[in-house]
């Protein structure tokens, strides 16, 4: 989608106000867009990521029910889509970010269950696009976004086993896409990273 472009520019350059106010008014056109076009996937798309967008802009003003809203607005469209056209890739992985993000607003609210099975969910949309497409670094990369959520939540519920057992998943993902040369240079910190928490919670259980 293209269309918020302006307003993501603004994000960016931390102009929340304007980014938010830039974001409202496109959505104002696309909801009328797709209520016009009720049948045209591509309105409702671009619909279903504005609410996306509105949520990430809420989330960083700190308004989480407002964010959830719109995260769950965008994710009502993002099913239908998916329904309807099972085979199209991009409308799955809209529905795995979109569980990712829900995941998040609920983690911050301390919604430790919601945020699971949120999770879960993004996890198992997650893996059948990585093992449709082993090349596709993107998807792979979402596979470990959503194997370290999953260890997060449990190291947080005091099951250092379940954690270990996620970030070992994610490593061995990451240590895979580097040794093919698919890693992006901007998440080469990861290996490492996914190491360190390894071992802490080794530790931890030595103790």
Do not use: C
Request: aromatic share 4%; proline share 2%; charged share 20%.
């Amino acid at each position: 989608m293209h269309s918020n472009n302006a307003a993501d520019t603004r994000m960016l350059l931390g102009g929340l106000a304007l980014a938010a106010a830039g974001y409202e008014r496109m959505h104002r056109i696309l909801t009328r867009r797709a209520a016009a076009a009720t049948d045209d996937a591509e309105r409702q798309h671009d619909l279903s990521v504005s609410y996306i967008k509105i949520g990430d802009v809420l989330v960083a003003q700190g308004d989480g029910a407002g964010a959830l809203a719109s995260y769950r607005a965008g994710l009502a469209i993002a099913e239908k889509l998916a329904a309807a056209d099972p085979g199209h890739a991009g409308w799955q992985r809209d529905l795995s970010v979109s569980f990712i993000k829900i995941g998040n607003v609920l983690v911050a609210q301390g919604d430790g269950a919601g945020a699971l099975a949120s999770y879960r969910a993004g996890l198992a949309i997650a893996e059948k696009l990585a093992s449709a497409d082993p090349g596709n670094a993107e998807w792979q990369r979402d596979l470990i976004v959503s194997n370290v959520k999953l260890a997060e939540i449990a190291a947080g519920a005091g099951d250092a086993a379940g954690a270990g057992q996620r970030y070992r998943a994610a490593l061995s993902i990451a240590e895979a896409m580097a040794g093919r040369g698919i890693l992006a240079p901007v998440d080469a910190w990861m290996p490492a990273e996914l190491r360190r928490r390894i071992e802490a919670l080794t530790e931890q259980a030595e103790r």
